[in-house]
Structures are given as C-alpha cells and as structure tokens.
C-alpha cells in the first residue's frame, strides 16, 4: 500500500481565508518531500519541496511545514485565491533507486 | 521552450486494441515514468526508466509496455491485456536517476476504451 497519505480528500477555503492542506507518511527514512499542484485536466506542478533536515520552508503564499517526530507534511497556502483551487499532492522521496511516492491527493475548492 | 510533450491529449480506444501513448522531453533529463490516474485517487506508476535502453517495472506494470531507445523518448503501449485502461495518463522526467527528486510532468493523456 501507499506509504502516504492525506487527512482530508476535499477542502473547502473561503476565498482570502488560509488553507491547511495535510499528508502523513508512514516512512521514517523518506528524506525529501514535493508538493504538487494539479489543475483539472493538466499535469501535476511543483509547488515547493523540503528536506528532513529541515522543518519549515516558505515560498511565495505557501509554506510547507514538516514534522517528522508524528511523520506529518502540511501545506499552507496564505490568503486562498480562486486560482488556487486545483488538487494537491504530497510526495515523498523514500531513498533508493525508488521512485517518489505519491499520496492520494486533497481538493482544494476556494468559495468567492 | 523545455518541456514535456505527450500527445494525443484525448485517445479513443476499441476493446482488444493496443494503443501507444508518445512522450517526448528535451530537458535532456535522463529518468523518465509512465503514471496512471483515475478518478479520485493519486498517481501509479506504471513503468520507469532511468537510462536509455533501460526500465524497469513500476506498481502497476501489467498490461502495458514502453521502450526507451531514446534518452528524449519514452513510449508507453497500452495493450488490449489491460483489463481497465480508461484512464488519465501522465508522463513525467527528472533530471538523473529515479531517486531524484523533482519530477517534471506533461500535460497528460486521456485514454477511453468504448
């Protein structure tokens, strides 16, 4: 089974609210995470990434937190923007020659 | 402009056919995947390759194939053993080595079998 996986599969963000955007994974040796963002129809696009060396990481209107003690990878996304509804994905990098591990996804829908 | 390109974007399908989806990179990366994703659930990986002339199985190999006789080319044949190909296809490539990090995707391909 899947070594990731999300809280909550919708989420629904009154526009300009923040959105919090939750993933727990179950591997202790992952060492890289990405969070991607899907728009429907389109291919997946990277949004931001953060190693386990780390615990916080802050790009434009996005932050990605990780806990690694709970093994819990959130996204937060500030002042929620139409544009922002899509689905997100978390995935992590689990070492090896494996390939990145994607979980199942949360849908954002932003409320005007 | 560096991309990925896979086409066709929409792909009608017969029951017993076989079908190729084309991906094409000229991001000169050397790993390239095959993803499958249905409606409510994530991405699976069907088939990578980190190297010309090279690849390897994925979760969900059976059913189809691919080649890589190139480093820019990574087809994917849907065959008429898959028992359920209706679905949205993604190709994406990273940079060296399927350890790495961050993929790079394509617009995807849908796949319905009438």
């Known amino acids: 089974g899947e070594s990731v996986g999300l809280h909550l599969p919708t989420l629904s963000v009154q526009e300009g609210d923040n959105s919090i955007i939750n993933c727990a994974y179950s591997n202790s040796a992952s060492d890289y995470f990405i969070w991607y963002k899907q728009e429907s129809g389109k291919g997946p696009q990277f949004i931001i990434d953060i190693r386990s060396n780390m615990d916080k990481r802050q790009g434009q209107r996005v932050t990605v937190l990780l806990n690694k003690t709970v093994k819990h990878l959130s996204l937060q996304i500030a002042a929620t923007q139409p544009g922002d509804s899509a689905v997100y994905f978390c995935?992590?990098?689990?070492?090896?020659?494996?390939?990145?591990?994607f979980g199942k996804g949360t849908r954002l829908s932003v409320i005007a | 402009d560096g991309g990925i390109t896979q086409s066709p974007k929409y792909l009608f399908r017969k029951e017993g056919q076989n079908v190729t989806l084309s991906c094409e990179q000229n991001l000169n990366h050397d790993a390239m995947y095959w993803y499958r994703q249905d409606p409510g659930q994530g991405l699976r990986l069907i088939y990578y390759?980190?190297?010309?002339?090279?690849?390897q199985k994925g979760d969900i190999a059976e059913g189809y194939s691919v080649s890589r006789e190139k480093k820019e080319s990574f087809p994917l044949t849907v065959t008429s053993a898959q028992k359920n190909p209706t679905a949205f296809y993604l190709c994406?490539?990273?940079?060296?080595?399927?350890?790495?990090?961050?993929?790079?995707f394509g617009e995807g391909s849908r796949l319905t079998v009438l």
């Open positions: 994406a490539s990273s940079i060296g080595g399927a350890a790495t990090k961050e993929l790079f």
């Open positions: 995935a992590e990098n689990i070492g090896g020659n494996t390939p990145l591990v």
């Open positions: 390759s980190q190297i010309v002339n090279d690849f």
